[in-house]
């Protein structure tokens, strides 16, 4: 017998409020995978980037996310380091309080590349999370916290 599950994939997630209710969250609570690519850390630490646009949202929206039923939370992408290590650090901690599996940051490079698993309609489902949009500084290293970074090679 084949297992099957629901997967519902969201792009990016600007969560910098409450989320209020919507017909819209019922999607999302009845599949068994969603996941999200989350756009901005979740955080009320660090110092805001220097760059033109510093996005965050409180860290009570991780709780609300679960509410609506986001399972996991893809992290690696061109805001995740907006607030520097703190706001990475306080997002995953408050992603991993509320239930929500993530992947794509992390203290080194090995844990930013790590898969996050995720139960789903008897399945266990492994998600990635990689950026090629690496702002200078925020790629993880070998002993050096940050996103994953994948690089890609652009010419004109």
């Known amino acids: 017998m084949v297992e099957t599950a ?21 999607l999302i ?15 009320d630490r660090g110092h805001p980037a220097d760059k033109t646009v510093a996005m965050k949202g409180p860290p009570e929206v991780a709780a609300e996310l679960a509410r609506v039923g986001l399972k996991a939370a893809t992290l690696a992408n061109n805001h995740a380091m907006d607030f520097g290590v703190e706001g990475m650090r306080q997002t995953r901690a408050v992603l991993g309080a509320a239930g929500i599996a993530h992947c794509g940051t992390g203290e080194t490079l090995e844990e930013a590349m790590a898969p996050a698993f995720v139960e789903a309609g008897g399945l266990r489902v492994g998600v990635l999370s990689f950026s090629s949009t ?9 002993r050096r916290p940050g996103m994953a970074p994948i690089p890609v090679l652009s010419s004109y």
């Open 6 to 26: 629901t997967l519902l994939a969201l792009g990016d997630w600007m969560a910098e409020h409450a989320l209020g209710e919507s017909p819209f969250y019922d």
């Open 134 to 142: 690496l702002p200078i500084g925020t790629a993880a290293g070998p």
């Open 29 to 43: 609570a009845a599949s068994d995978l969603s996941l999200a690519n989350l756009e901005a850390p979740l955080t």
